[in-house]
């Protein structure tokens, strides 16, 4: 059998609906076999069908990466998708046998992972995290302006509430973690009613406080998310030449080709009605 048409039916078999909902189908099975082997007490029978399932499914990934392997043109565009080396990685771990004492942890904490291989499947949820990695860069500004207010206002609040609660206020980095629990607004109103009975004008130290971090900062790194997250979906959009923003891409693409046409057409208009024009507009092309 030729190549060609050997890619050409693992391909139509890849990309099957059928078939990427019976992976992940059996992905979804794998993590309920890892949560059901956390129970005590589970008989002895049922833990030799989840060895044997788990066998099973273990070759089942091995197959799948193997058809598409053979789907792609070659090995190297195979491993130009990170996802396809990411899911090798852990089909390959997969492969580690349990029967030793001290593999037998490291195996079922490599098992966990095959829940992941869910991201590589949907494409929805290969957006979120292409989304989520390409926020982090950006948050990490919003994260050091955050940090820089936590350091102020804990060194003042350690100041100045030392000597009312030494557990929460005692030194700066205590500070910081009653901070967070501000922030987080985990009984904030209790620590705020101790200060406030030693310093009554206490409460603008916690509000302002509140105002900053939790919903200034919190709004700023929901926008950055939700404008990464909108232009994930543009890109998925220009490279599957579907939506919205293919469709305006498209137009832009053919406005232009217009536009060059026009431009054209006029040239040759102007060099028919200027004969003398016509040899340099000819010679300029």
Do not use: C
Request: glycine letters at 4%; charged letters at 20%; hydrophobic letters at 50%.
């Amino acid at each position: 059998m030729k190549l060609a048409p050997l890619q050409s039916k693992f391909l139509q078999l890849r990309n099957h609906a059928l078939f990427q909902g019976i992976v992940i189908t059996v992905i979804v099975f794998s993590a309920l076999m890892i949560g059901v082997q956390t129970y005590d007490g589970i008989p002895q029978w049922i833990i030799k069908i989840i060895t044997v399932l788990d066998l099973l499914i273990t070759i089942f990934f091995l197959i799948e990466i193997i058809i598409r392997l053979i789907s792609s043109k070659n090995i190297k565009e195979f491993l130009k998708d990170p996802w396809n080396i990411f899911d090798s990685i852990i089909v390959i771990t997969s492969l580690i046998p349990l029967e030793g004492s001290e593999t037998v942890l490291l195996g079922r904490l490599l098992r966990i992972f095959r829940v992941l291989r869910l991201i590589s499947i949907i494409p929805e949820l290969r957006v979120l995290l292409n989304a989520f990695f390409t926020a982090i860069p950006r948050m990490g500004y919003v994260s050091l302006l955050m940090f820089i207010i936590f350091y102020i206002y804990a060194a003042v609040g350690s100041i100045i509430f030392s000597d009312i609660n030494q557990e929460l206020w005692g030194n700066i980095s205590i500070s910081m973690l009653t901070l967070f629990r501000i922030a987080t607004f985990e009984g904030w109103t209790e620590v705020m009613y101790e200060t406030m009975k030693v310093y009554p004008l206490s409460w603008f130290y916690y509000l302002t406080f509140i105002f900053i971090v939790a919903f200034v900062f919190l709004n700023m790194m929901i926008g950055i998310v939700v404008e990464t997250l909108q232009e994930e979906h543009e890109k998925e959009s220009l490279e599957s030449g579907e939506g919205e923003s293919a469709e305006v891409h498209w137009i832009k693409e053919h406005t232009g080709m217009m536009e060059k046409r026009l431009e054209r057409i006029e040239k040759l208009l102007e060099a028919q009605a200027n004969p003398s024009e016509k040899v340099q507009s000819v010679r300029k092309d």
